[in-house]
């Protein structure tokens, strides 16, 4: 057991050492009330002048001796126990457990956590070491490292302001980033925001898409099944073509999360109008006559489809962007990292958190560039105001899962209050994606996270 990274942990050190305080105080005041015990014990057979009592005091007194004894070789045991079974570490802990200890802990931990924020210029580095600093109880050190951290407040402020930039470019924003950048006299910090603003594509549309693509493709507008077992696992697919196509037009991509969903991938796509649409729509069919989960051999032959289409019907390939719903959500993040051919991904009630996507997904740190978006609810028998989601409801929380996805990747500092995540605490798991699909806060009937989505570009 590593000892650096549990004693030195201030959290686990104020733990330990209430338990000591504890063991100290069961060792003080146990063998005190035996004594009290024994006591009243010999004073009742005295004053009885009962022989009988006498002798049951006396094989009592040993009784207790013995309990008191024990009671105060507590922390002897414990230390035995450890030994036989190779792991003192918690034990260490609990006798290196003092204040001064405790403080210094946090203290390391609080530099440790400064100095990360200084690498990574995040919010979320620059917050967790915050968090660190407060729990100092020397209010000199505290002041100090407050201080030391402030220092690169800004930094992580501009860093934040690049986010939004690979979000969604502005150019007022990007010089103002610019100018911020080139005042700062640090020249390794300076060189090291230059080159995350250099990642931003300064050619991503403003406010809407456009309006003018390319050559018709003079074919007839539609929303159709159509069946094709070429790619393995599939049985089809659901395209929609746009009224007066065009070559140049971007591709919105619906992975369904089972063999059963795939009409209600389609239901939702039209959830709003999509007669002023102006982009192709593909929903990948499993092929299987029982309910059967999206999974990664489906993913890669949906986007080998995803690739055909761009060349069938000669579509932007810096415009493609993929949606995905509850377990079909889990794959959003690896087909996107293995593939690379998206410009934005919006995973809906997906149940898998950061930590699961660092583990099973190499170079990971890709989708910290990816725009994204993302919707999530409470989960469970109910929402938030009571109303029940009966035969419409998953066992965990999508809400808990995203947020961790998108504040471990630098797309919010709190996703309770966040540009690209939004919590839907009044809405149940079956009705998400009609729900979001219907929104519609600009007002000209289509849906708002359809546009957002062939708005962005690679």
């Known amino acids: 057991m590593n000892l650096l990274s549990i004693c030195d942990n201030g959290d686990i050190l104020s733990i330990m050492r209430i338990i000591k305080i504890t063991i100290l105080i ?22 009885s002048n009962d022989a009988d009592m006498l002798s049951k005091a006396n094989k009592s007194s040993i009784t207790k001796i013995i309990a008191a004894i024990l009671v105060f070789m507590i922390p002897t045991f414990v230390h035995l126990l450890a030994n036989l079974i190779g792991d003192d570490s918690y034990v260490h802990c609990i006798d290196i457990a003092t204040v001064e200890n405790i403080n210094s802990a946090y203290e390391t931990s609080a530099r440790t956590s400064i100095k990360r924020a200084k690498e990574t210029l995040t919010t979320i580095d620059y917050n967790a070491a915050l968090s660190q600093i407060n729990k100092i109880k020397d209010q000199d050190v505290r002041n100090a490292l407050l201080s ?3 220092s690169i407040k800004e930094y992580t402020d501009i860093n934040q302001s690049i986010n939004k930039l690979k979000q969604k470019y502005d150019e007022k924003l990007y010089n103002e980033v610019l100018d911020k950048i080139n005042s700062i006299k640090d020249e390794t910090i300076k060189q090291k925001l230059l080159k995350l603003l250099s990642e931003v594509n300064k050619t991503q549309d403003d406010t809407s898409t456009p309006t003018s693509y390319g050559d018709p493709l003079n074919i007839e507008s539609s929303f159709k099944k159509v069946n094709d ?3 393995p696992g599939l049985s089809g697919y659901y395209l929609y073509i746009p009224k007066n196509a065009t070559e140049n037009m971007p591709l919105v ?15 939702i796509a039209e959830a709003k109008s999509l007669d002023n649409f102006k982009g192709f729509i593909y929903i990948p069919l499993i092929a299987s006559s029982e309910r059967k989960d999206w999974n990664t051999s489906l993913s890669n032959a949906a986007v080998k489809k995803i690739n055909d289409l761009v060349s069938e019907y000669k579509l932007d390939s810096s415009r493609i962007s993929l949606t995905a719903f509850s377990s079909s959500g889990w794959y959003i993040y690896q087909t996107a990292n293995d593939h690379r051919i998206f410009s934005a ?46 035969n419409k409801t998953v066992g965990w929380s999508a809400k808990r899962a995203m947020c961790s996805v998108f504040e471990g990747l630098g797309k ?9 995540f939004t919590y839907l605490p009044e809405v149940c798991h079956g009705e998400i994606g009609q729900y979001v699909f219907s929104i519609d806060n600009n007002n000209n009937n289509i849906s708002d996270i359809l546009e957002w ?6």
């Open 26 to 47: 069961i060792r003080i005041i146990v063998p005190i009330l035996l004594i009290v015990s024994l006591a009243l014990n010999y004073m009742n057979a005295v004053k």
């Open 253 to 267: 991509v619906i992975f369904p999360p089972n063999s059963l969903s795939g009409a209600n991938m389609k239901s």
């Open 345 to 390: 991904i919006v995973p809906i009630s997906s149940g898998m958190g950061i930590d699961t996507i660092k583990n099973y997904y190499k170079d990971w740190e890709y989708l910290k560039t990816l725009p994204m978006k993302g919707y999530g609810e409470k989960g469970g028998p109910t929402t938030e105001s009571g109303r029940s989601c009966a």
């Open 229 to 231: 077992n070429t790619y």
């Open 148 to 150: 030391e951290l402030e």
């Open 412 to 420: 919010c500092s709190d996703c309770t209050n966040c540009e690209y």
């Open 453 to 458: 989505m062939i708005s962005q570009r690679k």
